[in-house]
Protein backbone atom coordinates (compact mmCIF):
# COMPACT_ATOMS: atom_id res chain seq x y z
CA UNK A 1 0.00 0.00 0.00
CA UNK A 2 2.74 2.65 1.14
CA UNK A 3 4.42 1.51 -2.83
CA UNK A 4 1.01 3.07 -4.20
CA UNK A 5 0.85 5.85 -2.39
CA UNK A 6 4.31 6.67 -3.06
CA UNK A 7 4.25 6.36 -6.95
CA UNK A 8 0.80 8.45 -6.42
CA UNK A 9 2.12 11.38 -4.74
CA UNK A 10 4.85 11.76 -6.83
CA UNK A 11 2.46 11.27 -10.28
CA UNK A 12 0.19 13.75 -8.46
CA UNK A 13 3.27 16.31 -7.92
CA UNK A 14 3.70 15.73 -11.88
CA UNK A 15 0.30 16.49 -13.19
CA UNK A 16 -0.68 19.26 -11.14
CA UNK A 17 2.51 20.96 -12.39
CA UNK A 18 0.98 20.16 -15.92
CA UNK A 19 -2.42 21.37 -14.85
CA UNK A 20 -0.72 24.78 -13.95
CA UNK A 21 0.45 25.13 -17.20
CA UNK A 22 -2.99 24.11 -18.65
CA UNK A 23 -4.85 26.66 -17.00
CA UNK A 24 -2.61 29.52 -17.39
CA UNK A 25 -2.74 28.57 -20.82
CA UNK A 26 -6.72 28.68 -21.29
CA UNK A 27 -6.80 31.39 -18.91
CA UNK A 28 -4.94 33.51 -21.68
CA UNK A 29 -6.75 32.65 -24.36
CA UNK A 30 -3.97 30.27 -26.02
CA UNK A 31 -5.24 26.95 -28.27
CA UNK A 32 -4.40 23.82 -25.76
CA UNK A 33 -4.85 21.27 -28.16
CA UNK A 34 -4.32 18.21 -25.65
CA UNK A 35 -4.02 17.70 -22.11
CA UNK A 36 -2.97 14.37 -21.18
CA UNK A 37 -2.80 12.35 -17.85
CA UNK A 38 0.33 9.92 -18.16
CA UNK A 39 2.16 9.09 -21.13
CA UNK A 40 0.97 7.40 -24.35
CA UNK A 41 0.25 4.84 -25.82
CA UNK A 42 -3.66 6.45 -25.28
CA UNK A 43 -5.51 4.63 -23.73
CA UNK A 44 -8.71 6.79 -23.46
CA UNK A 45 -9.24 9.83 -25.59
CA UNK A 46 -12.42 12.78 -25.90
CA UNK A 47 -12.63 15.72 -26.94
CA UNK A 48 -14.31 18.88 -25.37
CA UNK A 49 -14.34 21.84 -27.15
CA UNK A 50 -10.97 22.76 -28.98
CA UNK A 51 -8.82 20.30 -26.54
CA UNK A 52 -8.73 16.66 -26.57
CA UNK A 53 -8.29 14.97 -22.86
CA UNK A 54 -6.19 11.67 -22.90
CA UNK A 55 -5.26 9.23 -20.63
CA UNK A 56 -2.34 6.91 -21.19
CA UNK A 57 -1.11 3.94 -20.24
CA UNK A 58 2.62 4.97 -18.87
CA UNK A 59 1.64 6.33 -15.09
CA UNK A 60 4.78 8.35 -14.93
CA UNK A 61 3.22 12.49 -14.93
CA UNK A 62 1.22 13.65 -17.80
CA UNK A 63 1.30 16.51 -19.82
CA UNK A 64 0.17 19.31 -22.06
CA UNK A 65 0.51 20.23 -25.97
CA UNK A 66 -0.13 23.89 -26.48
CA UNK A 67 -0.27 25.01 -30.41
CA UNK A 68 2.65 26.52 -31.77
CA UNK A 69 4.89 25.77 -28.69
CA UNK A 70 7.80 24.81 -31.51
CA UNK A 71 7.82 28.30 -34.04
CA UNK A 72 8.12 26.03 -37.10
CA UNK A 73 4.61 24.90 -36.23
CA UNK A 74 3.08 28.38 -37.43
CA UNK A 75 3.74 27.96 -41.33
CA UNK A 76 0.86 24.73 -41.21
CA UNK A 77 -1.40 26.81 -39.15
CA UNK A 78 -4.71 28.52 -39.90
CA UNK A 79 -5.18 32.71 -39.69
CA UNK A 80 -6.98 31.78 -36.67
CA UNK A 81 -4.85 29.57 -34.80
CA UNK A 82 -1.39 31.23 -35.65
CA UNK A 83 -3.16 33.87 -33.91
CA UNK A 84 -3.87 31.83 -30.37
CA UNK A 85 -0.24 29.95 -31.26
CA UNK A 86 1.81 30.22 -27.71
CA UNK A 87 4.62 31.62 -29.82
CA UNK A 88 2.82 34.12 -31.38
CA UNK A 89 1.76 35.54 -27.95
CA UNK A 90 3.22 38.41 -25.88
CA UNK A 91 6.29 37.77 -24.27
CA UNK A 92 4.28 38.35 -20.65
CA UNK A 93 1.29 35.46 -21.66
CA UNK A 94 4.06 33.13 -22.43
CA UNK A 95 6.10 33.81 -19.25
CA UNK A 96 2.48 33.24 -17.41
CA UNK A 97 2.19 29.96 -18.91
CA UNK A 98 5.64 28.54 -18.43
CA UNK A 99 5.45 30.07 -14.75
CA UNK A 100 2.69 28.40 -14.03
CA UNK A 101 3.61 24.80 -13.94
CA UNK A 102 6.71 25.75 -11.36
CA UNK A 103 4.72 28.20 -9.29
CA UNK A 104 2.12 25.14 -8.76
CA UNK A 105 4.97 22.88 -7.53
CA UNK A 106 6.25 25.96 -5.28
CA UNK A 107 2.50 26.87 -3.69
CA UNK A 108 2.15 22.99 -2.90
CA UNK A 109 5.64 22.76 -0.78
CA UNK A 110 4.32 25.90 0.86
CA UNK A 111 0.81 24.85 1.80
CA UNK A 112 1.87 20.77 2.72
CA UNK A 113 4.77 22.70 5.11
CA UNK A 114 2.42 25.13 6.55
CA UNK A 115 -0.20 22.42 7.13
CA UNK A 116 1.98 20.33 9.02
CA UNK A 117 3.51 22.94 11.18
CA UNK A 118 -0.21 24.20 12.21
CA UNK A 119 -1.89 20.70 12.60
CA UNK A 120 1.44 20.22 14.82
CA UNK A 121 2.32 16.88 13.12
CA UNK A 122 5.53 15.99 15.60
CA UNK A 123 7.66 14.06 13.02
CA UNK A 124 7.37 16.68 9.98
CA UNK A 125 7.51 19.83 11.96
CA UNK A 126 11.22 18.13 13.56
CA UNK A 127 12.31 18.05 9.94
CA UNK A 128 11.05 21.35 8.66
CA UNK A 129 12.91 22.37 12.26
CA UNK A 130 16.22 21.23 10.87
CA UNK A 131 16.08 23.02 7.27
CA UNK A 132 14.47 26.29 7.90
CA UNK A 133 16.27 27.14 11.38
CA UNK A 134 13.43 28.30 13.05
CA UNK A 135 12.02 26.17 16.45
CA UNK A 136 8.97 24.77 15.79
CA UNK A 137 9.16 21.73 18.34
CA UNK A 138 10.15 21.53 22.03
CA UNK A 139 11.88 19.20 23.74
CA UNK A 140 10.61 16.65 26.04
CA UNK A 141 11.15 14.01 27.79
CA UNK A 142 10.64 10.31 25.94
CA UNK A 143 12.30 7.90 28.72
CA UNK A 144 14.00 8.22 31.88
CA UNK A 145 17.36 5.65 31.92
CA UNK A 146 17.35 3.12 34.80
CA UNK A 147 19.51 4.56 37.80
CA UNK A 148 19.64 7.88 36.77
CA UNK A 149 20.05 11.32 38.27
CA UNK A 150 16.50 11.31 36.74
CA UNK A 151 14.87 8.88 37.92
CA UNK A 152 12.46 9.62 40.25
CA UNK A 153 12.41 13.64 39.53
CA UNK A 154 11.87 13.55 35.46
CA UNK A 155 9.28 11.26 34.03
CA UNK A 156 8.26 10.72 30.33
CA UNK A 157 6.47 13.10 28.51
CA UNK A 158 7.62 15.83 30.53
CA UNK A 159 7.25 18.95 28.59
CA UNK A 160 10.66 20.75 29.02
CA UNK A 161 9.54 25.01 29.13
CA UNK A 162 12.95 26.57 30.55
CA UNK A 163 16.90 25.44 31.44
CA UNK A 164 18.39 27.58 33.90
CA UNK A 165 15.62 30.22 33.85
CA UNK A 166 16.23 30.41 29.70
CA UNK A 167 13.85 29.32 26.66
CA UNK A 168 14.53 25.76 26.51
CA UNK A 169 15.64 24.01 23.30
CA UNK A 170 17.15 20.67 22.55
CA UNK A 171 20.99 22.50 22.53
CA UNK A 172 19.60 24.74 24.92
CA UNK A 173 19.02 21.59 27.33
CA UNK A 174 22.48 19.77 26.74
CA UNK A 175 24.61 22.79 26.93
CA UNK A 176 23.14 23.97 30.13
CA UNK A 177 24.13 19.77 31.51
CA UNK A 178 27.43 20.11 29.86
CA UNK A 179 28.09 23.25 31.86
CA UNK A 180 27.56 21.38 35.35
CA UNK A 181 30.79 19.41 35.97
CA UNK A 182 31.94 17.60 38.98
CA UNK A 183 34.03 19.86 42.37
CA UNK A 184 37.04 17.39 41.33
CA UNK A 185 38.02 15.40 39.05
CA UNK A 186 36.14 14.53 35.89
CA UNK A 187 35.69 10.94 36.58
CA UNK A 188 32.62 7.72 35.93
CA UNK A 189 29.82 8.19 37.72
CA UNK A 190 30.83 11.63 39.86
CA UNK A 191 27.87 14.42 40.70
CA UNK A 192 28.19 17.80 39.32
CA UNK A 193 28.33 20.16 42.05
CA UNK A 194 25.56 22.33 41.19
CA UNK A 195 21.81 20.81 40.13
CA UNK A 196 20.52 21.93 36.81
CA UNK A 197 17.51 23.94 37.21
CA UNK A 198 14.50 22.99 34.87
CA UNK A 199 11.13 24.29 34.29
CA UNK A 200 8.86 21.29 33.11
CA UNK A 201 5.21 20.91 32.27
CA UNK A 202 3.62 17.73 33.34
CA UNK A 203 -0.25 17.10 33.24
CA UNK A 204 -0.89 20.51 32.10
CA UNK A 205 0.82 21.71 35.71
CA UNK A 206 4.20 23.95 36.17
CA UNK A 207 6.79 22.45 38.42
CA UNK A 208 10.37 23.56 38.96
CA UNK A 209 13.13 20.77 39.49
CA UNK A 210 16.36 20.66 39.81
CA UNK A 211 18.47 17.81 39.34
CA UNK A 212 22.29 16.80 40.00
CA UNK A 213 23.83 15.64 36.45
CA UNK A 214 26.81 12.54 36.55
CA UNK A 215 29.85 12.52 35.06
CA UNK A 216 29.67 9.80 31.59
CA UNK A 217 32.99 8.91 30.66
CA UNK A 218 32.08 7.21 27.73
CA UNK A 219 30.62 9.95 26.30
CA UNK A 220 33.01 12.79 27.93
CA UNK A 221 30.08 14.96 28.87
CA UNK A 222 27.91 15.52 32.23
CA UNK A 223 24.34 13.27 31.76
CA UNK A 224 20.75 13.52 33.53
CA UNK A 225 19.62 9.88 32.40
CA UNK A 226 16.76 10.66 30.11
CA UNK A 227 16.10 10.95 26.12
CA UNK A 228 14.95 13.54 23.93
CA UNK A 229 11.34 13.55 22.78
CA UNK A 230 9.81 16.12 21.09
CA UNK A 231 6.33 17.85 20.96
CA UNK A 232 4.78 20.08 18.35
CA UNK A 233 5.00 24.10 19.23
CA UNK A 234 1.88 26.43 18.30
CA UNK A 235 3.14 28.73 15.82
CA UNK A 236 -0.14 30.31 14.51
CA UNK A 237 -0.37 30.54 10.81
CA UNK A 238 2.08 33.82 10.76
CA UNK A 239 4.37 31.38 12.16
CA UNK A 240 4.00 28.21 10.42
CA UNK A 241 3.99 30.33 7.13
CA UNK A 242 7.32 32.01 8.00
CA UNK A 243 8.89 28.21 8.81
CA UNK A 244 7.54 27.32 5.85
CA UNK A 245 8.93 29.64 3.80
CA UNK A 246 12.29 29.71 5.67
CA UNK A 247 12.25 25.73 5.07
CA UNK A 248 11.62 26.50 1.38
CA UNK A 249 14.65 29.28 0.85
CA UNK A 250 17.02 26.64 2.62
CA UNK A 251 16.03 24.12 0.14
CA UNK A 252 16.60 26.27 -2.89
CA UNK A 253 19.92 26.76 -1.48
CA UNK A 254 20.64 23.07 -0.86
CA UNK A 255 19.52 21.72 -4.16
CA UNK A 256 21.09 24.50 -6.50
CA UNK A 257 24.56 23.96 -3.88
CA UNK A 258 24.06 20.20 -4.58
CA UNK A 259 23.79 20.81 -8.12
CA UNK A 260 27.47 22.29 -8.28
CA UNK A 261 28.90 20.00 -6.20
CA UNK A 262 27.60 17.08 -8.39
CA UNK A 263 29.99 18.66 -11.37
CA UNK A 264 33.20 18.70 -8.96
CA UNK A 265 32.86 15.67 -6.19
CA UNK A 266 32.51 12.46 -6.93
CA UNK A 267 31.61 11.90 -3.25
CA UNK A 268 28.59 14.35 -3.75
CA UNK A 269 27.70 12.42 -7.18
CA UNK A 270 27.23 9.46 -5.71
CA UNK A 271 24.54 10.67 -3.76
CA UNK A 272 22.19 11.77 -7.05
CA UNK A 273 19.78 9.46 -7.36
CA UNK A 274 17.15 9.13 -10.16
CA UNK A 275 13.68 8.64 -9.93
CA UNK A 276 13.59 5.11 -9.12
CA UNK A 277 16.22 6.12 -6.18
CA UNK A 278 13.62 9.08 -5.30
CA UNK A 279 10.62 7.04 -4.98
CA UNK A 280 12.71 4.72 -2.82
CA UNK A 281 13.42 6.97 -0.44
CA UNK A 282 9.70 8.40 -0.66
CA UNK A 283 8.37 4.81 0.14
CA UNK A 284 10.79 5.03 3.25
CA UNK A 285 9.29 7.67 4.25
CA UNK A 286 5.72 7.17 3.78
CA UNK A 287 6.07 4.06 5.35
CA UNK A 288 7.59 6.16 8.85
CA UNK A 289 4.50 8.25 8.91
CA UNK A 290 2.36 10.83 7.86
CA UNK A 291 4.63 13.68 8.58
CA UNK A 292 7.44 12.41 6.96
CA UNK A 293 5.79 11.26 3.89
CA UNK A 294 4.02 15.08 3.57
CA UNK A 295 7.59 16.54 4.45
CA UNK A 296 8.76 14.37 1.36
CA UNK A 297 6.44 15.06 -1.28
CA UNK A 298 6.80 19.00 -0.17
CA UNK A 299 10.89 19.06 -1.04
CA UNK A 300 10.21 16.72 -4.16
CA UNK A 301 7.53 19.42 -5.24
CA UNK A 302 10.09 22.23 -4.62
CA UNK A 303 12.93 20.54 -6.25
CA UNK A 304 10.96 19.87 -9.27
CA UNK A 305 10.06 23.37 -9.74
CA UNK A 306 13.76 24.30 -9.22
CA UNK A 307 14.90 21.56 -11.53
CA UNK A 308 12.27 23.05 -14.36
CA UNK A 309 13.24 26.26 -13.83
CA UNK A 310 16.90 25.99 -14.98
CA UNK A 311 17.37 27.66 -18.53
CA UNK A 312 17.92 25.09 -21.12
CA UNK A 313 15.31 23.84 -23.09
CA UNK A 314 13.08 21.90 -22.94
CA UNK A 315 12.99 22.77 -19.47
CA UNK A 316 10.30 25.60 -17.90
CA UNK A 317 13.22 27.82 -17.66
CA UNK A 318 14.56 27.35 -21.23
CA UNK A 319 11.77 28.63 -22.40
CA UNK A 320 11.24 31.23 -20.22
CA UNK A 321 15.04 32.49 -21.04
CA UNK A 322 14.02 31.87 -24.74
CA UNK A 323 11.16 34.82 -24.56
CA UNK A 324 12.67 36.95 -22.24
CA UNK A 325 16.04 37.40 -24.87
CA UNK A 326 13.74 37.68 -27.72
CA UNK A 327 12.24 40.73 -25.62
CA UNK A 328 15.66 42.47 -24.69
CA UNK A 329 16.47 41.89 -28.34
CA UNK A 330 13.55 42.92 -30.05
CA UNK A 331 13.19 40.19 -32.68
CA UNK A 332 12.67 36.34 -32.72
CA UNK A 333 16.24 34.21 -32.07
CA UNK A 334 16.34 31.19 -34.42
CA UNK A 335 15.05 27.95 -32.93
CA UNK A 336 18.68 26.48 -33.91
CA UNK A 337 20.02 29.29 -31.73
CA UNK A 338 17.99 28.20 -28.86
CA UNK A 339 19.31 24.44 -29.18
CA UNK A 340 22.81 25.15 -29.44
CA UNK A 341 22.54 27.64 -26.28
CA UNK A 342 20.31 24.62 -24.11
CA UNK A 343 22.48 22.32 -25.59
CA UNK A 344 24.88 22.44 -22.87
CA UNK A 345 22.62 22.27 -20.31
CA UNK A 346 20.55 19.06 -21.60
CA UNK A 347 24.35 17.46 -21.64
CA UNK A 348 24.69 18.07 -18.07
CA UNK A 349 21.37 17.37 -17.02
CA UNK A 350 21.62 13.83 -18.86
CA UNK A 351 24.95 13.35 -17.15
CA UNK A 352 23.31 13.74 -13.59
CA UNK A 353 20.71 11.52 -14.77
CA UNK A 354 22.21 8.90 -16.11
CA UNK A 355 24.35 9.31 -13.08
CA UNK A 356 21.60 8.91 -11.08
CA UNK A 357 20.22 5.44 -12.63
CA UNK A 358 23.71 4.37 -12.54
CA UNK A 359 23.93 4.95 -8.43
CA UNK A 360 20.29 3.46 -8.34
CA UNK A 361 21.58 0.15 -10.27
CA UNK A 362 24.45 -0.50 -7.98
CA UNK A 363 22.68 0.04 -4.63
CA UNK A 364 19.75 -2.64 -6.01
CA UNK A 365 22.74 -4.60 -6.97
CA UNK A 366 24.13 -4.26 -3.30
Known amino acids: MTWFLTILGIVMLVVLHELGHFAAAKAVGMHVERFSLFFPPTLLKVKRGETEYAIGAIPAGGYVKIAGMN ?8 PEASRRAYYNQPTWKRVFVILAGPAVNILIAFVLFTAILLVGNVNGAAVISRVSG ?21 KAGDRIVTVEGEHASFEGVQEAIGRHGCAG ?5 CR ?27 EKHPRVGFVFGAAPKPVGVA ?6 LAAMGGIVAE ?5 GRAFTSEKARRQVHSLLGITEVAHEDIAAGAGFGLVFLGFFSLALAILNLLPFLPLDGGHIAWSLAEKARGKRISL ?3 YRYSSVGIILLLFLVINGFSNDISHLGG
Open 185 to 189: AQVQG
Open 71 to 78: PEELGDMD
Open 336 to 338: GAM
Open 134 to 154: IETTRPTVSSIKPASPAQGVL
Open 192 to 218: AATPVHLTIERGGQIRQIAVYPRYDAS
Open 239 to 244: GASAAS
Open 255 to 259: TLSGL
